[in-house]
């Protein structure tokens, strides 16, 4: 694939991968895509793990569904995240961002509008809509063949300061880098992001994975081959939908956004 169709062609994947083991040859493959990515005095701040063993990737999938089931069921998640969600599709093209709330599960689709309030909480816990959640986000972890951990050396990550700064950007690159490489791949990828919003949770990903004081865990992200037919998700967290140039380029200043 040309390498700017493959970037614009970038997804996140949010359903089940198929059950093969990613081969130790496309693994490299993508260590080496994050080795290529720039950082500041080629400080290469990054280190990563690869998690393959079935019981630890069952283990990050019972805390990330524990998270989710958590959150959901707390309002936390719909309060925190709220205005990232479109209604209508006038609203999305006019916006450009965010994420459309048109698929959501049955018995919620009634109340669609209704979802961050406190009644539209309380439908959700009687129709066990976060446990409904939490196990799909379980099942979604639990099968995928391939965990992996990014994190930072301490050495260089110091966050308030400038290394702070120079360290998350180039992490950041060495993500992007392989984001944009499993599509060549016939590969997706996910973030895995729920048990970072509760510390305990995120705590115990660090023991399950050994994190020694001199590194910061900083994401995990779950990968696999995708397969032929995908169906969409229960909840469908993103969206293709991209800003117009004159929503986020400006031209010599600020004061005069960039036409199409």
Same mark, same amino acid.
């Given at each position: 694939m040309n390498l700017l169709d493959g970037m614009l062609a970038r997804r996140t994947t949010n359903g089940p991968f198929r059950p093969d083991p990613v081969s130790r040859?496309?693994?490299?493959?993508?260590? #080496? &895509?994050? =080795?290529?990515? $720039?950082?500041h005095f080629n400080s290469q701040p990054w280190r990563f793990v690869l998690v393959e063993n079935p019981q630890t990737i069952a283990e990050v999938a019972r805390i990330s569904g524990e998270s989710m089931t958590e959150l959901i069921d707390a309002g936390v998640f719909f309060e925190r995240y709220r205005r990232y969600f479109r209604f209508t599709a /006038?609203?999305?093209? &006019? #916006? #450009?961002?965010?994420? $459309?709330?048109?698929?959501? $599960?049955g018995p919620l689709r009634p109340f669609t509008r209704q979802v961050f309030s406190d009644a539209g909480l309380r439908v959700m816990r009687q129709l066990g809509v976060p446990r409904k959640l939490g196990e799909d986000n379980r099942r979604l972890v639990a099968g995928s063949p391939l965990l992996? /951990?990014?994190?930072?050396? #301490? /050495?260089?990550?110091?966050?308030?300061?400038?290394?702070?700064?120079?360290?998350?950007?180039g992490l950041g690159a060495a993500v992007e880098n392989i984001w944009n490489a499993v599509?060549?791949?016939?590969?997706?990828?996910?973030?895995?992001?729920? $048990?970072?919003e509760i510390p305990r949770q995120? =705590? &115990?990903?660090?023991?399950?994975?050994r994190v020694p004081d001199d590194l910061e865990l900083m994401a995990v992200y779950r990968l696999g081959y995708l397969p032929e037919d995908q169906k969409r998700p229960t909840i469908d967290w993103s969206s293709r939908h991209r800003k117009r140039l004159s929503q986020f380029v400006s031209r010599e200043t600020c004061d005069v956004p960039e036409t199409e």
């Open positions: 040859e496309h693994q490299h493959l993508l260590m #080496r &895509a994050a =080795q290529a990515a $720039p950082s /006038a609203e999305m093209d &006019a #916006r #450009r961002d965010g994420i $459309p709330l048109d698929h959501l $599960p992996l /951990a990014a994190l930072l050396d #301490r /050495a260089e990550y110091r966050p308030g300061e400038l290394s702070g700064f120079y360290s998350t950007f599509g060549e791949l016939g590969m997706g990828i996910q973030f895995v992001s729920t $048990p970072m995120w =705590q &115990a990903i660090r023991e399950l994975l």
